[in-house]
């Protein structure tokens, strides 16, 4: 089983900031990376999958990063709808696919 | 509009079982294949089982196999989820979601429903 692990657990940026969130695989997974945003009481949505490529209706502030064992997630310029939990999940090697613990973004 | 709509969670005593439902709408049910992944209070996301489209195939996280049972009817876009022998850990919302069109290229979850909560307890 591939683990996944992200960095850091809580990251605090202020609005109007850029955010950078990191996801590391035990092993590689090439580009078969994908990231969700969870926020209170709500189900995770799809932002990006295959790396670097937008769901659809995100917005292009919302950008990826990286190959085989680091990812990263860019959020270019902080809005308030953005302040949630976000998980990396691969789907190279499945079953299971396999999600990281997740990095919660809070407001500076 | 793509809905996914959970139902059937509750208190249920360990050892016990209970069947979740997922009915979908919004788009061709049998073309894309189906999964249900979950999470503990408090913690993160893990997968716990996925069917194809035409209800041929099915996988299984390790931690439910043998346990769990993921079917489909197709007729009503429904997916069920049959737990049996719960233990404390199963306590979790239960999502069901959408996979990718490609589901063997990118097994990624792009339509949610809200979850329904299952909480196994004495």
């Known amino acids: 089983e591939i683990v996944m692990t992200q960095s850091p657990a809580t990251l605090s940026v202020s609005p109007g900031e850029r955010a950078t969130l990191s996801c590391r695989a035990s092993?590689?997974?090439?580009?078969?990376l994908a990231w969700y945003q969870q926020k209170p009481g709500q189900a995770p949505r799809l932002l990006i999958y295959?790396?670097?490529t937008r769901a659809t209706g995100i917005p292009a502030r919302f950008s990826g990063s990286g190959s085989g064992t680091e990812f990263t997630l860019t959020i270019s310029s902080l809005q308030s709808e953005d302040f949630a939990v976000y998980y990396c999940q691969q789907y190279h090697n499945w079953p299971p696919v396999t999600f990281g613990q997740g990095t919660r973004l809070e407001i500076k | 509009e793509v809905q996914v709509v959970e139902s059937g969670g509750g208190l249920v005593q360990p050892g016990g079982s209970l069947r979740l439902s997922c009915a979908a709408s919004?788009?061709?049910?049998?073309?894309?294949?189906m999964t249900w992944v979950r999470q503990a209070p408090g913690k993160g996301l893990e997968w716990v089982a996925v069917i194809s489209g035409g209800g041929t195939s099915t996988y299984y996280a390790d931690s439910v196999k043998g346990l769990f049972t993921i079917s489909r009817d197709n007729s009503n876009n429904t997916v069920y989820l049959q737990m049996n022998s719960l233990r404390a850990e199963d306590t979790a919302v239960y999502y069901c979601?959408?996979?990718?069109?490609?589901?063997?290229?990118?097994?990624?979850?792009?339509?949610w429903g809200q979850g329904t909560l299952v909480t196994v307890s004495s």
């Open positions: 295959g790396t670097s």
């Open positions: 919004g788009f061709t049910f049998i073309r894309y294949a």
């Open positions: 979601a959408r996979v990718s069109i490609d589901w063997l290229l990118y097994n990624v979850f792009d339509y």
């Open positions: 092993q590689g997974v090439s580009i078969n």
